[in-house]
């Protein structure tokens, strides 16, 4: 009886033991980076401060990476009014690549008084749609 209840421990302290080191030896599963183009804005807003209504268009550009493993294609951009307006590279920026998105308000276009301006960027890249916003202060 005796070495019937030592084999049983032992085995079932073997077989414990199988089980607490295969679940040690399987490491956690990282998911898999998505593949394809991903438009990063390092920066996605800016502020022009007080600026003169009656004065020159303002420009500010706003440099993108593709941080992606496929070309990316900028297909359209929107505006939120007409006094806001945007141009982006036609061609595939390659993986790795930089790009720029040149946006001009046109002050005389708009109302005086505070302004908050949207850019919509449509894009090939996972992450989806992309935003920018321009404010503001336009001064009569």
């Known amino acids: 009886m005796k070495l019937f209840r030592f084999i049983l421990t032992c085995w079932l302290l073997v077989g414990a033991g199988l089980f607490s080191g295969r679940a040690q030896e399987s490491p956690a599963r990282q998911p898999e980076p998505q593949k394809g183009a991903r438009l990063v804005l390092p920066v996605a807003t800016h502020d022009f401060g007080d600026v003169a209504r009656?004065?020159?268009?303002?420009?500010?550009?706003?440099?993108?990476?593709?941080?992606?493993?496929?070309?990316?294609?900028?297909?359209?951009?929107?505006?939120?009014?007409?006094?806001?307006?945007?141009?982006?590279?036609?061609?595939?920026?390659?993986?790795?690549?930089?790009?720029?998105?040149?946006?001009?308000?046109?002050?005389?276009?708009?109302?005086?008084?505070?302004?908050?301006?949207?850019l919509q960027i449509y894009s090939n890249s996972i992450t989806g749609r992309e935003v920018i916003t321009v404010q503001g202060n336009s001064i009569e």
């Open 54 to 118: 009656k004065g020159s268009d303002l420009v500010q550009d706003f440099v993108f990476r593709n941080e992606g493993t496929a070309p990316l294609v900028i297909v359209r951009v929107l505006t939120s009014c007409s006094c806001f307006k945007a141009s982006f590279p036609k061609r595939p920026v390659e993986p790795g690549g930089e790009g720029v998105i040149r946006v001009t308000y046109e002050p005389l276009k708009s109302e005086p008084g505070t302004f908050n301006k949207v």
